[in-house]
C-alpha cells in the first residue's frame, strides 16, 4: 500500500497512534556479556505474514520493547525499513543464540523506489528489533547471547 494521497499532496493532519495488531507478545531473556541477565516484552512476529508486516506504519510499541522475528530455520536475513517509520536497531542472533550483528536502520525515505538492506551474512534464527539506542540503555552488546523466549508478558516486563 501506498502512502500518498490520490492528489499527490501531503496529509497535514496530525499521525494516528498504530500499534501493532494480530501479534502475541513474549518475555526475551538475554544474557549480556557480563553475565547479567535482563527480560525484554516484544511482540512475536511468527509467521510469514507477520515477518512481512513487522513493525511498518506502527507509531507506537504500546509498552513493549520491540519486537522479535522468529524464523522457520536458520539462513541469511536481511531486513528493510520501507513504511517503517521508527529508527530502529536490529539484533540477529544464531541458531545457538549468540549476539551475530548490531545494526541501527533508518527509515526508508519517503515514496522511495528502493530502500537499504540490512544483516549479517551468517545464519540467523531469531532477529530483535529494538527503537533505536534501546541496545545500548539495555546493554547488550556482542557476547550477548538469546537464552528464552517465553509467551507472555508480565506487568514488570512491560515498559509503557
Known amino acids: ?18 500499534r501493532p495488531q494480530g501479534f502475541e507478545d513474549a518475555t526475551v531473556t538475554i544474557r549480556r556479556a557480563d553475565g547479567s541477565v535482563c527480560a525484554l516484552c516484544l511482540y512475536v512476529a511468527q509467521t510469514r505474514a507477520q515477518r512481512e508486516q513487522g ?12 519486537m522479535i522475528f522468529r524464523m522457520p530455520t536458520a539462513a541469511p536475513v536481511k531486513f528493510w525499513m520501507k513504511n517503517t517509520l521508527l529508527p530502529l536497531t536490529a539484533l540477529w542472533f544464531g541458531a545457538d543464540g549468540a549476539l551475530q550483528e548490531v545494526v541501527d536502520m533508518n527509515p526508508c525515505k519517503p515514496n522511495a523506489t528502493s530502500c537499504d538492506k ?29 537464552e528464552g523466549i517465553t509467551l507472555g508478558c508480565s506487568e514488570a516486563t512491560r515498559t509503557g
Open 1 to 18: 500500500s501506498s502512502s500518498a494521497t490520490q492528489s499527490g499532496m501531503r496529509d497535514t493532519a496530525p499521525t494516528a497512534t498504530v
Open 118 to 146: 540490512y544483516g549479517p551474512k551468517l545464519d540467523s534464527l531469531n532477529v530483535i528489533e529494538l527503537p533505536q539506542g534501546a541496545d545500548d540503555r539495555w546493554g547488550i552488546a556482542r557476547g550477548a547471547s538469546l
Open 55 to 66: 513493525l511498518m506504519g506502527v507509531t507506537s510499541l504500546d509498552g513493549r520493547d520491540g
